[in-house]
DNA sequence: TATATTTGACCACG
DNA sequence: CGTGGTCAAATATA
């Protein structure tokens, strides 16, 4: 019965890759594509994504992680901003569900620098937004940038918001090591601070750049999946270690 | 000293 | 005018 199952499962993949594929040769098909038909294209293409990864997800939960219930992958999510001061040109955007271990930096890490340059309180939201760019956007241009903010219900997740793509790649494997070493080094220094100053009662904890602070969003310097798109994308990241879900655009 | 983060101010848009 | 995104001075860190 697990067979069947499985294999109607295979069959809805194909389906649904199948269908993707066609709306991908339409696409390519419309040469000049008409504004309003390249939106709803983007729509199709979105939402056979979002099928598919919710397929990956279901299959996650049957293996096993009873949190990502907590979240309904139907949910519409909430609406981002589409465009900001300097971005009107991005009227497209899709929003991704995924749950990865907050633990496993390795799993955030893929060697992307990133740099904070704000943060701010969102009305209706209890944590604030943090915003991000790309370390390299002076020197090369690199106008990859992204949002971090938690999820009211469940303060383990954290929806990360990806807007740009990066062009920085060369320099960003170099860094990788950089990176990891830094935080090496972050990992020691915060674990002797525990050690030392268990007792203490500094108002200030050391190991704000390593833990997840109160209210703000952890110093993520990479991203955990790959920026291939023009599109915004939106994930969410908790404790699970698993997909949860994933949400269409309005 | 150089680079990254914090944080209030500023600005555009609805 | 409120809200969200960005700027930039002050501050922190190596």
Not at 54 to 69: F, H, I, K
Not at 154 to 175: A, L, N, P
Request: glycine fraction near 6%; charged fraction near 30%; hydrophobic fraction near 25%.
């Amino acid at each position: 019965m697990e067979n069947l199952e499985s294999c109607k499962k295979d069959s809805i993949i194909i389906e649904l890759t199948r269908g993707r594929s066609y709306a991908n040769q339409l696409k390519k098909e419309l040469h000049p594509t008409p504004a309003s038909c390249v939106h709803l294209l983007e729509k199709v293409l979105s939402s056979y994504d979002n099928a598919l990864s919710l397929l990956d997800c279901m299959a996650l939960l049957r293996n096993g992680d009873p949190r990502c219930e907590g979240s309904d992958p139907d949910s519409k999510g909430q609406v981002l901003s589409k465009n900001s001061k300097k971005r009107k040109t991005l009227a497209t955007w899709s929003q991704l569900r995924v749950c990865t271990e907050i633990g496993f930096e390795s799993q955030l890490d893929d060697g992307y620098y990133w740099r904070k340059y704000g943060q701010k309180d969102i009305l209706g939201a209890k944590h604030p937004r943090a915003y991000y760019r790309c370390t390299h956007r002076g020197t090369q241009g690199c106008l990859a940038t992204k949002q971090v903010q938690r999820t009211d219900k469940d303060t383990s997740i954290f929806e990360v918001t990806y807007r740009g793509k990066h062009t920085c790649i060369q320099e960003m494997r170099k860094r990788k090591k950089e990176n990891l070493d830094i935080k090496k080094r972050r990992e020691e220094k915060e674990a002797s601070a525990r050690r030392s100053g268990q007792k203490n009662l500094t108002s200030k904890p050391e190991n704000q750049e390593m833990s997840i602070q109160d209210e703000s969003v952890p110093t993520f310097t990479s991203s955990p999946t790959p920026i291939g798109y023009e599109n915004v994308e939106t994930s969410f990241f908790s404790k699970a270690g698993n997909f949860v879900g994933m949400s269409n655009p309005p």
